[in-house]
């Protein structure tokens, strides 16, 4: 499986699958020390699985369900070739590999979809991963109710000026920040954080 992310600048890919490699594995020792294995994954921004695929290695049976815009990309699993958003309609779309993004002046027009409008399944035991780019937060705010749904959700964060807006919504929907892998400074050109976000049973 080909993966997309920073294949114009072969050190930002190199340092981006660090990254990936790094903040799947403190998601996965979190994970751990709660005792939590998932019986479904969704990755949301999934490009090519670069974070989920190593959490597929540690619980092999859960099932995984992609969402991805770009059509260049090759997830594995039940694979939904969406954009994320707040409503349903099209919409602007720029292709960069790992960086593809909702944007005014972009190329292509791709669909776009609220997250609570797919019908997914979503058992006690599953955790997401979003990821899309400057439109996280928009996305977060689509899976409407089913994001309370998830024990887990792993968000990555690459707008400080939208931050309030992620940690506010997560904490509505009953989340509390379980930790926090730090990926700016690196690079200039690689400025966010990833954030997992624990539900605590019942909430």
Partial sequence: ?????????????LIAKFHASR?????????????????LVVDCGANANQVT??????????????IEANRNCRPAGQVIHTALGSTNGTARF????????IDQDGGVTVTVKRFDSLGLDIPERSIVKVDCETST?????????ELSKFRLAHVEVNNDDLAPRIYGLMAERGF????????SGWRRSISFYDVLFLREAGR
């Fill in 53 to 66: 695929r190593y959490w597929l290695r540690e619980w092999p049976d859960a099932k995984l369900v992609s």
């Fill in 23 to 39: 903040t799947a594995g403190a998601t996965l020792d979190a994970c751990r020390e709660l005792g939590f294995r998932a019986e």
């Fill in 94 to 101: 720029h292709l960069d590999g790992g960086r593809s993004h």
């Fill in 176 to 183: 509390t920040a379980h930790r926090v892998t730090d990926a």
């Fill in 1 to 13: 499986m080909r993966n997309h992310t920073y294949t114009r600048n072969p050190l930002d890919y």
């Fill in 137 to 145: 937060y928009e996305a977060l705010l689509g899976m409407g109710a």
